[in-house]
């Protein structure tokens, strides 16, 4: 398609052209007019007899116009280095479209390329395979609104072994099954450590999949944590032994720190979690804390939820709560009420309170009180990781290394004769309307 011109001609031979079509490295007070200069100027004796004050008007006049022209150029030619600059301090930059293509702009020496391409597609995702005929279901151990969990018995490598065997339900929506294909994904790109479920393998069978961890003979720390409340299950006990819980102070604790070690490892590794709490942490052999349902992680430093859904409030920082924005920082948030649960044996966070008053109440400095079975220092590494300020939070390095200094010091930081009646909720305090 051609383009319109305008050309005005100036005294000296120079002229200026507009086209309809701006050039890259036009001034936008001139819009798109470009300099030109003819190619045969003379500004010499013509023979003539007008040698005096006509030619020295001339000779004024051009040189003003060149003044104005060699400014002119001067501009373009300074605005050219900027921009020739910025080209190659960033040559290339892809954005995704909706159309299955991705456009790629090329910036070289100030010339702009712009070209489509099909989207690349994801490498396949390489998990270690189990045969559907390797696996023996037995016992449900679990259940929620769209997945179910099942003890079973597996072969890998040869051996057999017990195994939790993740599933989703028939009626699971399509944002499930991405999820739950999401959680595989990070269970391999995380590798193997002691304070995280890890993974054994993966099986897909008439269109569905299953995945097999660890199995963690004593189930999610939040029903360990209930099921020891002995002044409640067992009052001879409690009474006979003086103590609230079959637990010690200093196994909750190394609750506590393992959690901390598993979530260190998970920040290293730039990983989310987002879901942080008791019921997501599995207790395995040796009472070991492992942490587990990465249905919600991502493999980012800084995640923006773009869709509305129900949410775990309780556990959720400010800044996720307002913006929907998560970091490793808003991680170190939930820890801290995860770290609430564990010394009240599994209550529930701010019971009795609605989620429309959280939302209220946390921007204006609330925070729960300290259990009276609490110890100080207890509690104020809990206030540190509600700090309003993301950045003020400690990281979990160095929660971790409280923890471990904590339990080198073999004080009762939990008070397990001193027994506070600590409630949980009968609603479903895990998702709820954010």
Known sequence: MGSLSTSLTLQGGWSLRKTSRPSLCSLPALGAWSLTRSTGWNLGSQGTEQAGTDQQLLLAIVGSVSVTCFTILFALLALFLIKKNFFHRRRTFTYQSGSGEETILQFNSGTLTLTRRPKPQPEPLSYPILEWEDIKFEDMIGEGNFGQVIRAMIKKDGLKMNAAIKMLKEFASENDHRDF???????????????????????????????????????????????????????????????????????????????????????????????????????????????????????????????????????????????????????????????????????????????????????????????????????????????????????FAQISMQLIRMLEARKAYVNMALFENFTYAGIDATAEEA
């Not at 129900?310 to 170190?332: F, G």
């Not at 609430?340 to 939302?359: D, F, H, K, N, Q």
Request: charged share 25%; glycine share 8%; net charge neutral.
């Open 181 to 395: 294909a999401g959680e595989l994904e990070v269970l391999c790109k995380l590798g193997h450590h002691p304070n995280i479920i890890n993974l054994l393998g993966a099986c897909e069978n008439k269109g569905y999949l299953y995945i097999a961890i660890e199995y963690a003979p004593y189930g999610n720390l939040l029903d360990f944590l209930r099921k020891s409340r002995v002044l409640e299950t067992d009052p001879a006990f409690a009474k006979e032994h003086g103590t609230a819980s079959t637990l010690t102070s200093q196994q909750l604790l190394q609750f506590a720190s393992d959690v901390a070690k598993g979530m260190q490892y998970l920040s290293e590794k730039q990983f989310i979690h987002r879901d942080l709490a008791a019921r997501n942490i599995l207790v395995g052999e040796n009472l070991a804390s492992k942490i587990a349902d990465f249905g919600l992680s991502r493999g980012e430093e800084v995640y923006v939820k773009k869709t509305m859904g129900r949410l775990p409030v309780r556990w959720m920082a400010i800044e996720s709560l307002n913006y929907s924005v998560y970091t490793t920082k808003s991680d170190v948030w939930s820890f801290g009420v995860l770290l609430w649960e564990i010394v009240s044996l599994g209550g529930t966070p701010y019971c009795g309170m609605t989620c429309a008053e959280l939302y209220e109440k946390l921007p204006q400095g609330y925070r729960m009180e300290k259990p009276r079975n609490c110890d100080d220092e207890v509690y104020e590494l809990m206030r540190q990781c509600w700090r309003d300020r993301p950045y003020e939070r400690p990281p």
